[in-house]
């Protein structure tokens, strides 16, 4: 069982940055496509970025320019690194994974088979 553990979320004004951290566990990490979602209140719970096997990103328009997710396998630990934050950045992060042999880094959140409980973002104007 693939386990998920987020950390890194915390209260920050506009424009400010911080790096979200999800620990992996119950798996060969190496072999797993990682990615993040997020959802505000009221709203859909939306893709944010992911990252395949081999490195290849994608990320929602939203973000782009602003966040960078990256993985290290020797630490099991995908990261998401945020700048620029606004306040419509603000909301519950998950991550996400899903074994490589199907994971096309989607944004859509239907093939991702396993999910953290999140690690809350808020941006203050």
């Known amino acids: 069982q693939v386990q998920l553990v987020e950390s890194g979320g915390r209260s920050v004004q506009t424009g400010g940055s911080l790096r979200l951290s999800c620990v992996a566990s119950g798996t060969t990490f190496s072999s797993y496509c990682m990615g993040w979602f997020r959802q505000a209140p009221g709203k859909e719970r939306e893709g944010v970025a992911t990252?395949?096997?081999?490195?290849?990103?994608n990320y929602a328009d939203s973000v782009k320019g602003r966040f960078t997710v990256s993985r290290d396998n020797a630490k099991n630990t995908v990261y998401l690194e945020m700048n620029s934050l606004k306040p419509e950045d603000s909301a519950m992060y998950y991550c996400?994974?899903?074994?490589?042999?199907?994971?096309?880094?989607?944004?859509?959140?239907?093939?991702?088979?396993?999910w953290g409980q999140g690690t809350q973002v808020t941006v203050s104007s």
């Open positions: 996400v994974a899903q074994p490589g042999a199907w994971c096309t880094g989607t944004l859509s959140r239907d093939p991702w088979k396993y």
């Open positions: 990252i395949r096997i081999g490195g290849s990103t």
